[in-house]
């Protein structure tokens, strides 16, 4: 089972990118999936994520009010609205789906890369 992410990019200071992240053999609904983030000399950091079923978000300090993470189901897709983009967001961007263990993350993609010039 592998998530796939897309949506990367090149863009300005300020610009917009929406990450997307889909699954062909996993239904995504069914699970909490997280978005991380990581650049060079850094660890990864979790940028946000969704709960399965009911209504649940969250997000780091460093993105709250720029980030949106939301899903479709009908799509079997989660989303990464990212606004207001720095170059500190530059980084490559990983969603991934936790498994039975709350905080561990089973199912992982290969990552998008954001590259944000100022």
């Known amino acids: 089972v592998q998530l796939v992410e897309s949506g990367g990019g090149l863009v300005q200071s300020g610009g917009s990118l929406r990450l997307s992240c889909s699954a062909s053999?996993?239904?995504?609904?069914?699970?909490?999936i997280g978005w991380f983030r990581q650049s060079p000399g850094k660890g990864r950091e979790g940028v946000a994520s969704?709960?399965?079923?009911?209504?649940?978000?969250t997000y780091a300090d460093s993105v709250k009010g720029r980030f949106t993470i939301s899903r479709d189901n009908a799509k079997n897709t989660v989303y990464l609205q990212m606004n207001n983009l720095e170059p500190e967001d530059t980084a490559v961007y990983y969603c991934?789906?936790?498994?039975?263990?709350?905080?561990?993350?089973?199912?992982w993609g290969q990552g998008t890369q954001v590259t944000v010039s100022s």
């Open positions: 991934a789906a936790e498994g039975r263990i709350a905080g561990k993350y089973d199912y």
């Open positions: 053999r996993l239904s995504l609904n069914s699970y909490t």
């Open positions: 969704i709960r399965e079923g009911v209504v649940g978000t």
